[in-house]
């Protein structure tokens, strides 16, 4: 939407509603989540739903409040230092493998944080003449909670999956669709648009727009599934270096890799682990919770490759459902949107982030935001892979199809798949 287009009532109307919104879903998400937890890290890129709860807060509240409303007196002085992701010009920041080392502040305490954070936000909306420059600002503040509420599902399910109970988090009965014969999209040889496009909201590394040369390539309609994923392991995957790149085999050996993340043999049955609880690997459905790694020793192994992010650019722009996530998708058709597991390997929507080939830099031109937010991606623009397409995590309204993901090559409890490409 172009808000910049509505009156200042409008504008606040629709600011208020959509900070309301946005702030409630964040809270919708936990409920699933004992207060014991709130407060778990198993490893150093996990962060405890309590933190995201908190760093999305200190977010408004030094971004919006501190900057921006007279007289405004922070709530505590020393979540400055806590809930600090990494904004080096905001000050010092709590290390990110530390986070769950901390009992304190409570849970009860960061949701009265919320609470009276979001009082001075909607306050200083309805109260003030925010001009668009502070608007610009809430809205990016918003697609970073949605972007957080994306990281809470990720973060949860890794917090619940290193628990041999296998804890149930939605009670959502998944109904899995059959799976489509694969087939391929191809397109032809020549100059295309790239980036984020019209007035909605993109971040600073979708843009600018630009003219990308590509050759002609093809580029599959259905995702990798598990079947065809365990089609790799049980032929030697794992074990054969020549697929591997030279980090990757690295990797596997050191890490006693295997198989994807989330996958347990049980009395010679593979089964999956989900945020809907311990089920029976559903060979349709697409292999989720993958590295760069695994993915581009996949492809080689079925003499493809992986799309560069161009390409997984254009086709998606091209699809029906290059604007859409999975929860989207789900919306429009009036079922229940807490189905946190892809459930097609078929295009109809965006199921899970598919790896592309490009390593993660900034577009010709590339401008990042100013002041404290230019941190917020351009400095993550080193030893990274990007990734497309959306999931089942992300929320409705957050994804647009220039929209740039972005993961170290060995990481994988993002909601991560395989979309494969080949040159003609």
């Known amino acids: 939407m172009n808000w910049q287009q509505l009156s200042s009532n409008e504008k606040t109307k629709y600011f208020v509603d959509k900070y309301i919104q946005i702030r409630s879903s964040t809270i919708a998400l936990c409920k699933g989540l004992e207060k014991e937890d709130y407060t778990v890290q198993p490893i150093a890129d996990v962060s405890p739903p309590k933190w995201h709860l908190g760093h999305t807060t200190w977010f408004f509240e030094e971004v919006i409040l501190v900057k921006h409303m007279a007289d405004y007196t922070r709530y505590q002085q020393g979540y400055r230092l806590l809930f600090n992701s990494y904004y080096k010009s905001a000050g010092g920041h709590w290390l990110q493998s530390q986070r769950g080392d901390l009992s304190r502040p409570t849970v009860d305490e960061v949701l009265h944080y919320r609470n009276f954070v979001d009082e001075c936000v ?12 502070i608007l610009s600002l809430l809205e990016i503040g918003l697609h970073h909670e949605q972007q957080h ?31 489509e014969k694969s087939s391929w999209r191809s397109f032809d040889e020549g100059l295309y648009e790239i980036g984020a496009i019209g007035n909605g909201f993109a971040y600073d590394n979708e843009m600018p727009r ?27 995957g794992y074990a054969r270096a020549e697929f591997w790149l030279s980090l990757g085999w690295d990797w596997i050996n050191n890490m006693k890799v295997s198989h994807p993340l989330y996958w347990q043999k049980i009395d010679n049955e593979w089964f999956e682990f989900t945020l809907h609880g311990l089920m029976p690997l559903d060979l349709n459905l697409p292999v989720t919770h993958i590295s760069y790694f695994e993915a581009d020793a996949f492809a080689n192994w079925r003499v493809a490759r992986l799309p ?37 390997s078929n295009a109809s929507c965006g199921q899970v982030w598919c790896w592309s080939k490009s390593h993660y830099s900034g577009y010709p ?47 994988r409890w993002m909601f991560s798949g395989i979309r494969l490409a080949k040159d003609i």
């Open 210 to 236: 630009h003219k990308s040369y590509n050759y002609a390539f093809a580029i599959s309609e259905t995702l990798v599934s598990n079947g065809e994923y365990l089609e790799f392991i049980q032929d030697g």
């Open 365 to 411: 031109s590339y401008k990042p935001y100013q002041g404290m937010l230019t941190e917020y991606n351009g400095k993550f623009m080193c030893n990274q892979f990007v990734l497309r397409g959306g999931c089942v995590a992300t929320p409705v309204g957050h994804y647009r199809h220039s929209y740039r993901n972005f993961y170290a090559p060995h990481q």
């Open 149 to 179: 509420q994306e990281l809470l599902l990720m973060d949860i399910k890794y917090i619940l999956g290193c628990n041999p109970l296998a804890p149930v988090f939605s009670d959502t009965h998944l109904n899995a669709l059959s799976s």
């Open 308 to 344: 560069t992010e161009q390409e997984l650019e254009i086709y998606l722009a091209a699809s029906s459902f290059g604007i859409k996530a999975a929860s989207e998708v789900q919306l429009q058709r009036g079922e229940r949107t807490d189905i946190y597991h892809p459930t097609a």
């Open 122 to 133: 909607i306050n200083f909306l309805t109260m003030s003449e925010a001009d668009d420059v």
